[in-house]
């Protein structure tokens, strides 16, 4: 299954309302859209406690709880949050960029250093690019 950021969420909530606006006369896709958004948008029903005790999702007992797990009824699409890690490495990807198209034959040999950066934030970064792939670590 995939994760998403909440930015990314949102804008995939706003093109399947968008694209089930538009073919609201193919019955399939709208079907399909109804699925995704339904994914997309999922409440949890009830919580579970540390303890195993069951919540209704509406109990304002909740809150007492700390960290109560969400349980649906349809799994929804799980969220990311960009780590520093994760950051770094797009950075060091673009700097790599950067640095490449303003020396493009390795003249000043800034490339090795560029090189050396993005390999360091790539080993940084491998546990958590893992876990998103749900290889673990």
Known sequence: MIALTQEKREELIQYA???SAQY?????LCEIMEIALASLTAKPVSYMTY???LLHAADPKVSEYSDPEPLYDAPPVPEINTSSEL???LNAVESFKVVK???KWNESGKWDNAYDKLSEAAIKAAPLIKRLNGSGE
């Not at 609201?24 to 399939?28: A, C």
């Open 24 to 28: 609201d006369h193919d019955e399939e």
């Open 87 to 89: 950051t770094a490495l």
């Open 51 to 53: 303890k195993g005790y």
């Open 17 to 19: 309302k968008f694209i």
């Open 101 to 103: 198209a303003s020396d």
